[in-house]
């Protein structure tokens, strides 16, 4: 894993977005797994900039989303189809066809987790995963003694989550109790991970999910476990990270990340 502390959001939302924009010129057709959340409107406000000023091109791009809550069609402003439509593919030349996110409204919602599994296999695999981290250590919805094996299916909310994700509901009570998530076993099998992670009010969970031991009780613990994690945060969220000298130390000599400094 690398960790890249930046001193504000912005700027570690536009190291994030810069890491996508190379990914998808490298790549045209670049599988992406993405995220949502409040973390994630920043980068995908940051992505639609680039495609209207700079011609960002997501004409090949394919996308897998790491969840949907159960029950709300898309339609729903609670779903996260929605949310998708509104913060990114309403507003860049991406095909819809090419935009997936798990079935939330499946009459079968076992067998539509390994449909969606087997889909992203279809596709070669994702290349490139956008993660955020839920104030329980989630990733996904990979609550609390998520199997670190775990394929996409269906998990029971916390009430931690339910309080962070219901005032994004025109009606709070509304956010349904279930949702449907990549596992995290689903989520290691990308090629690379960038998490985005912003605010005081992550500094605990983050120090735990990169410093701390893995355990399932905080699912991003996982992330330490995969051969090409970055990790951008801002100075809120690295608060609590006690080896911070030695993260900065590392960016600044990795000629990988020359071009970003
Ligand atoms: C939701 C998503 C997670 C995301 C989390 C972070 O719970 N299911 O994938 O990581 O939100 O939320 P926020 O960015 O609002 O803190």
């Known amino acids: ?21 190379r990914q998808l010129a490298r790549k045209p057709n670049t599988v ?37 809550y159960v029950g709300l069609p898309p339609d729903n402003p609670g779903s996260y189809r929605y949310y998708m439509n509104h913060h990114l593919f309403g507003h860049v030349n991406i095909d819809g066809r090419n935009t997936h996110l798990p079935d939330g409204m499946a009459a079968d919602p076992e067998a539509a987790g390994a449909a969606y599994d087997a ?5 070669g695999g994702i290349d490139l995963q956008i993660l955020g981290i839920g104030k329980t250590g989630h990733i996904g919805f990979n609550e609390p003694l998520s199997a670190m094996f775990s394929r ?35 989520i290691l099998e990308a090629d690379r991970i960038l998490g985005l992670v912003t605010g005081d009010s992550k500094a605990e969970v ?48 990795d000629p990988q990340w020359a071009d970003f400094r």
């Open 119 to 123: 889909l992203i296999k279809d596709h």
């Open 32 to 68: 992406l797994g993405l995220a949502t959340g409040r973390t994630m409107e920043g980068l995908y406000a940051r992505l639609v900039r680039m495609h209207r000023d700079e011609g960002l091109d997501f004409s090949l791009a394919v996308t897998f989303n790491l969840d949907e």
């Open 206 to 253: 983050f120090a735990k999910a990169v410093e701390g031991p893995v355990t399932s009780m905080i699912s991003a613990t996982a992330l330490q476990l995969h051969a090409n994690c970055t990790m951008v945060c801002d100075a809120g969220a690295a608060d609590r990270l006690t080896q911070r000298d030695y993260y900065e130390w590392i960016f600044e000599n």
């Open 1 to 21: 894993m690398q960790v890249i502390i930046r001193e504000t959001k912005e700027a570690a939302t536009e190291l994030a977005a810069q890491v996508v924009a």
């Open 152 to 186: 996409t299916r269906v998990k029971a909310l916390t009430p931690q989550t339910v309080a962070q994700n219901a005032p994004l509901f025109p009606r709070p009570e509304d956010m349904p109790r279930l949702a449907v998530t990549m596992g995290v076993g689903t």
